[in-house]
């Protein structure tokens, strides 16, 4: 008769007790200075990306109206505010014709960076600016969120910038198509934001008297329902934010 050998392994079985060890945290303490994530005008590139009358037509994630408003309202914040600006454009006199006025106004005989890449940064002539910019924050918004927004977001973010999407200042060939490419941004690390969001960072102070008339003049122009109401107070009562 064979004799089987078994080997048993002893499992260590947990043990309770009353010991207990207290780690004390720091609480933190409030101070009157803005987080670090904000943006301010000196701290980044906005890239405006094929804003051309070929790509707008195919866009249905967002109407054609509010897509040109919420497009000029951030091109005439950064202007107001002096922000490091880069207009692109895509076979502009091949195909995708020229850039909405409200993009380009703001920014009078700056030169549009015309492009044959899909991806903005694969362009030489661009990443040659943004190098000549160097600031370490990327602001993007344009035509169409999964191709010309998500291919600059990912490969800028692969070499080590921070990168900010305004994302109803960019549109797609479907609500599904741009809100997919949004969220794989995020996933990415990148940040959503919002036009009227944009122009308010900037702000972020109605005290701060030397671009208030600038700020609320750019709402009551492109800011929808906050514009209105912007102008209704100044007309009814002269009130002001400040």
Same mark, same amino acid.
């Given at each position: 008769?064979? !004799? ?26 409030? #101070? ?34 509010? @897509?040109?408003?919420?497009?000029? @309202?951030?091109? #005439?914040?950064?202007?107001?505010? =002096?922000?490091?600006?880069? +207009? ?15 993009? %380009? ?6 030169? +549009? ?8 940064? !694969? ?16 602001? +993007?918004? =344009?035509?169409?969120? #999964? ?26 060939? #479907? ?23 944009? /122009? ?15 700020? %609320? ?10 514009? /209105? ?11 002001? !934010?400040?």
């Amino acid at each position: 008769m064979t !004799e089987a050998n078994t080997t048993t392994t002893a499992t260590a079985r947990p043990v309770a007790s009353a010991n207990t060890t207290t780690t004390a945290t720091a609480r933190p303490v409030a #101070s009157a200075n803005p987080g670090a994530s904000l943006l301010n005008a000196n701290d980044h590139t906005l890239v405006m990306i094929d804003f051309q009358s070929q790509m707008a037509f195919a866009t249905h994630s967002i109407d054609a109206i509010t @897509l040109r408003s919420n497009a000029g @309202l951030v091109a #005439s914040a950064a202007a107001g505010f =002096g922000v490091s600006t880069i +207009l692109t454009t895509v076979a502009a006199e091949s195909f995708s014709g020229p850039m909405f006025e409200e993009v %380009t106004a703001p920014f009078p005989g700056q030169a +549009l960076l015309d492009r044959t890449s899909m991806n903005t940064w !694969e362009d030489a002539a661009v990443i040659a600016k943004v190098n000549e910019i160097g600031k370490p924050r990327i602001v +993007l918004a =344009g035509l169409w969120t #999964s191709v010309c927004i998500v291919g600059p977001a990912l490969s800028a973010l692969d070499q080590g910038f921070e990168v900010y999407v305004i994302a109803d200042a960019s549109g797609d060939i #479907s609500a599904e198509a741009h809100n997919r490419a949004m969220e794989r941004m995020v996933q990415a690390g990148a940040r959503p934001i919002t036009s009227l969001q944009y /122009l308010l960072e900037l702000q972020r102070d109605w005290a701060r008297g030397e671009t208030y008339d600038m700020t %609320t003049g750019i709402a009551k122009k492109f800011g929808g329902g906050y514009g /209105l109401g912007i102008t209704y107070a100044k007309t009814m009562f002269n009130a002001q !934010e400040a």
